[in-house]
């Protein structure tokens, strides 16, 4: 009776012991520098029926104002990848605009099919105006038509 | 007569002692010296190099010193090949023959012995190749077994029509590519591009800016690296001077070059950057039995045509640290 006492006990330990796994992750806290607001931009390329692979991120850019966004006129422009969904930028308390572009690189008509005007290396835009708040974070999203 | 035989036993023994033999001991002997044997297999081409030298000592100072010009010749016969070993386990050899004999710029050592041998090899990456040099006069067999690095392939950055990319003093670009071989080292190089001169004339030129290298000891299959945006516009600045009077230089872009070496050469690069660390002994390190020198694979790859974008042209054109260097901003164009 004592040493099946022992063995439960011993399962219960192994069973409600640390679970590494958590730990490796890190702390994933976002130290926001003074005065500054932080935007985590999830720059998520659409699924359309087209090879995922073929679809890619081509700009990320940041304006002061909606005429200077039109004119191209931006004063951040974030390097973006293929292989980086998330991006995470620093900016002071105000108004801005940002424009997110992806193309199509595959060959034949089926760029043309998933919407991309022009077909191959036709672009999409998804842009908007956001506000950062001190000390705050704002996430936002890419919805692509 | 005792007295006789003695006193002729003690004048034999002076006069053996006096003409006793002579024998310099020489602390430098020719034939201590070593086979020096380089062989660095390419799987981008389908012909092999080699170069056979041997080891010398030097006395004093070379600057002090005037060098036989044969000092690195090896003067013995030797046949040297290389073996590939195919996954069912059958092999094929590929004999070295002569290059040329053309004088070569080899530095201190002005000689037209000095000459490499090639053979006729497609490289395959993940192959294990085995390289043999026999001389038979010595008798010697120089031999090294090395796998072949695979090629990478870069994958940051991806020149698109429209993607541009942005350096500045608080913003770098991290380089991806696919990992090669488990342990090797990379080392990208930025070959930045631009046109000198006025309205009339204009001439492309670059500079290259080497990259810190990279050791990969992973089996994660994209390796990536961080170039510094500040140090990136620091080594532009030290590596370029500012044009002549009425010149103005337009930014075109860059090309990004990767160089990656297999084990054997990751091992000799992490011993020249850890030159104060315990690794220095590793000065001699060589995988060949039988001589000293190096057998291994190294393999490069480019991507071309990148683009900066205007907010790095504008800045390079007008920053304090980058001014002088006469870079025209976007919006304006050589003037007469």
Request: glycine share 8%; with cysteine.
């Amino acid at each position: 009776m004592k040493q099946l006492l022992i063995i439960l006990l011993a399962i219960a330990v192994l069973l409600s012991g640390c679970n590494p796994i958590d730990d490796i992750g890190g702390n994933d806290t976002i130290i926001i520098p003074p005065d500054n607001g932080s935007l985590e931009f999830r720059f998520i390329l659409p699924e359309y029926k087209i090879p995922k692979e073929d679809i890619h991120r081509i700009s990320l850019s940041f304006a002061y104002s909606a005429d200077s966004m039109y004119k191209s006129q931006f004063f951040r422009k974030v390097n973006v990848s293929d292989f980086q969904d998330v991006y995470t930028l620093f900016f002071l308390p105000d108004d801005y605009y940002y424009v997110a572009v992806i193309t199509c690189s595959c060959e034949g008509d089926t760029c043309l099919n998933g919407g991309f005007p022009g077909g191959r290396f036709g672009m999409k835009h998804n842009f908007n105006r956001f506000s950062i708040e001190k000390q705050k974070t704002l996430v936002i999203e890419t919805h692509f038509q | 007569m005792n007295r006789s035989v003695s006193i002729l036993c003690w004048f034999g023994f002076i006069v053996l002692a006096c003409n006793s033999c002579n024998s310099d001991l020489d602390l430098i002997d020719e034939s201590s010296y070593r086979p020096v044997v380089y062989c660095l297999l390419n799987p981008k081409d389908s012909v092999q190099y080699l170069r056979v030298s041997r080891s010398f000592v030097m006395h004093v100072n070379p600057e002090g010193q005037e060098i036989s010009p044969d000092s690195l010749q090896l003067k013995a016969d030797f046949y040297a090949y290389l073996e590939s070993v195919n996954i069912d386990g059958s092999r094929h050899i590929y004999y070295f023959e002569l290059t040329d004999i053309t004088r070569r710029d080899s530095g201190m050592f002005p000689q037209d012995g000095l000459v490499v041998f090639r053979t006729h090899c497609p490289v395959e990456g993940g192959k294990e190749y085995g390289l043999y040099v026999n001389f038979p006069s010595l008798p010697l067999l120089v031999a090294g077994t090395i796998t072949a690095v695979n090629p990478v392939d870069i994958l940051d950055p991806n020149p698109l029509p429209g993607r541009e990319i942005t350096f500045l003093e608080d913003q770098g670009y991290t380089v991806r590519w696919t990992r090669s071989v488990k342990f090797a080292v990379y080392q990208p190089v930025i070959r930045f591009i631009y046109l000198e001169g006025d309205i009339l004339f204009q001439v492309r030129k670059q500079v290259e800016i080497l990259q810190p290298m990279v050791f990969g000891d992973t089996e994660i299959a994209i390796i990536t690296s961080y170039l510094n945006g500040s140090g990136f516009i620091d080594d532009l600045v030290k590596n370029l001077t500012p044009p002549d009077s009425g010149q103005r230089r337009k930014i075109i872009g860059f090309d990004l070059l990767l160089n990656c070496g297999g084990p054997e050469l990751a091992v000799i690069a992490r011993a020249g950057t850890n030159a104060v660390a315990s690794f220095t002994g590793l000065d001699e390190y060589s995988n060949l039995d039988g001589a000293v020198g190096l057998f291994s694979s190294a393999t490069y790859t480019g991507v071309y045509n990148n683009r900066f974008s205007d907010i790095t042209i504008n800045y390079l054109a007008v920053s304090q640290k980058s001014r002088h260097l006469g870079f025209l901003r976007t919006d304006e164009d050589f003037k007469p």
